[in-house]
Each structure stands twice: as structure tokens, then as C-alpha cells.
């Protein structure tokens, strides 16, 4: 079955440092790879996405993630990540050949970072 | 203001009740889904509609119904059948198209006691 792996479940920074997310997916076709963030108590909304060309795509707020097709990863990464940056991410997927508007969404990883 | 609402932010029902998340937007997308999202284990598809009339089963239907018969409301019933109902639920639109993102509303806390 398809599914997405977020092997970091829960990671703390201290504000500063760098930070770098997994995302790995289990799909050989193409996709289309998104990720999200649920801030505390907010919406989840969507962070960064990508479609095709470029495989290092820039989000908001400083985000970037880098797709590498061979290694079926779409990392998440900030150069220094703040305070405001604590939240819930997650990794999803969908499928281009599959027909439907479905996302497989991975497990999330809560991010924590230390003023 | 453009969005998804969802009533009641927390709900609490006693075991073998069947209870209804309301779900509207005022965005004008012809998609509509609803999550359940449990600590660790992600976003789980319960059920979408990607046009008026029509739903389809998402990865963990059962136990829940939906029903779409204007394009702004995707109700969700959580029956009695559904045997761990305590959860955080979110529902989401979309254009309709795999280009496009999702807008979430802002969740219903479940507790089924």
C-alpha cells in the first residue's frame, strides 16, 4: 500500500539551529508532494509544495524542501529555525496516476523549539 | 471572510449516539473531505466528495456517514457503529483539482463517553 513515512516523531531545537524534517514515500509513479503545518491552536495550512521542475522549492516563512526522486524523499529543512516555528508538520502525497484528489498524509512530527 | 467553519469546536456524546459535524465553506470548491487525525497517527481519510450528490469512501469509512447536497456542506455522522469515535476531526476543501491545496477548517474535538 502507499503510505508516507515521517520518521521524526517529535524533535527539539534550540532557536538558532537548523533543522531538517524526513519525508519519505512508498510510490513509484509521479507525485505531487505537499507539506503542512498545524500551528498551536491554529489551522492546518499548507507550508510549501511541489509539482514538478525544480526539486528545491521555497515556502513561507523561510521554509524549503528539496524533492530527490531516486531517494522518494521530500525533506523539509530551515537554516534557523525560532520560537514561532513550534508546531505539528506533515508530510502528504498524492498520487498523480491515481485518479482522485486523495492525499496520503504521513504521521507528523512535533517540532518544539527553545527560546 | 473566505474559509471552512466547523460546529461545535468540542462535542461529548454518550456511547451508542449517533452525532452530526457540521461543515460548511464559503469558498466555492467543488471538493470536500473530512479527516480524523489520532495522536501519532497522522491525518486518516474518512470520507471526500469531489462534486454535489457524490461522495466516496475514503481508508477508514466505517461507522461514519456523510451526505452532500449543497457544494458549501459536508455533514458527517459518527453512527454508534464506529467503534473508537473519540477524536479530533478535520474537514477540508478544494479547487477539486490534484494541483491544489487544501483548506482546512479549524477541527471538532469528539469525546464519546
Known amino acids: 500500500a502507499q503510505s508516507v513515512s515521517q520518521h521524526n516523531h517529535h524533535v527539539i531545537l534550540s532557536e538558532a539551529a537548523s533543522l531538517e524534517l524526513g519525508c519519505n514515500y512508498s510510490?513509484?509513479?509521479?507525485?505531487?508532494l505537499f507539506w503542512y503545518v498545524q500551528y498551536p491552536g491554529q489551522h492546518l495550512q499548507l507550508l510549501l509544495k511541489?509539482?514538478?521542475?525544480?526539486?528545491l522549492v521555497k515556502g513561507i516563512k523561510g521554509f524549503e524542501a528539496e524533492f530527490i526522486k531516486s531517494k522518494f524523499s521530500f525533506n523539509l529543512r530551515k537554516p534557523s529555525v525560532q520560537w514561532s516555528d513550534t508546531a505539528e508538520y506533515f508530510c502528504?502525497?498524492?498520487?498523480?496516476?491515481?485518479?482522485?484528489?486523495?492525499?496520503?498524509f504521513g504521521t507528523g512530527t512535533r517540532l518544539k523549539v527553545l527560546a | 471572510d473566505g474559509g471552512i467553519t466547523q460546529s461545535p469546536k468540542y462535542l461529548f456524546r454518550k456511547e451508542g449516539q449517533n452525532v452530526t459535524l457540521s461543515c460548511e465553506q464559503n469558498?466555492?470548491?467543488?471538493?470536500m473531505y473530512w479527516y480524523r487525525q489520532d495522536p501519532g497517527q497522522g491525518l486518516r481519510l474518512i470520507y471526500y466528495?469531489?462534486?454535489?450528490?457524490?461522495?466516496q469512501k475514503g481508508d477508514i469509512a466505517e461507522g461514519y456517514s456523510v451526505s452532500r447536497e449543497k457544494k458549501e456542506s459536508f455533514p458527517l455522522t459518527v453512527t454508534s457503529a464506529q467503534k473508537n469515535p473519540t477524536a479530533f476531526y478535520l474537514c477540508?476543501?478544494?479547487?477539486?483539482?490534484?494541483?491544489?491545496?487544501?483548506?482546512f477548517g479549524p477541527g471538532t474535538r469528539l469525546t464519546v463517553t
Open positions: 477540508a476543501s478544494s479547487t477539486g483539482t490534484i494541483a491544489y491545496e487544501q483548506y
Open positions: 510510490y513509484g509513479g509521479t507525485v505531487n
Open positions: 511541489y509539482f514538478s521542475g525544480d526539486p
Open positions: 502528504a502525497v498524492i498520487p498523480t496516476t491515481s485518479g482522485t484528489y486523495k492525499y496520503i
Open positions: 469558498l466555492n470548491h467543488d471538493a
Open positions: 466528495s469531489q462534486i454535489v450528490n457524490d461522495f
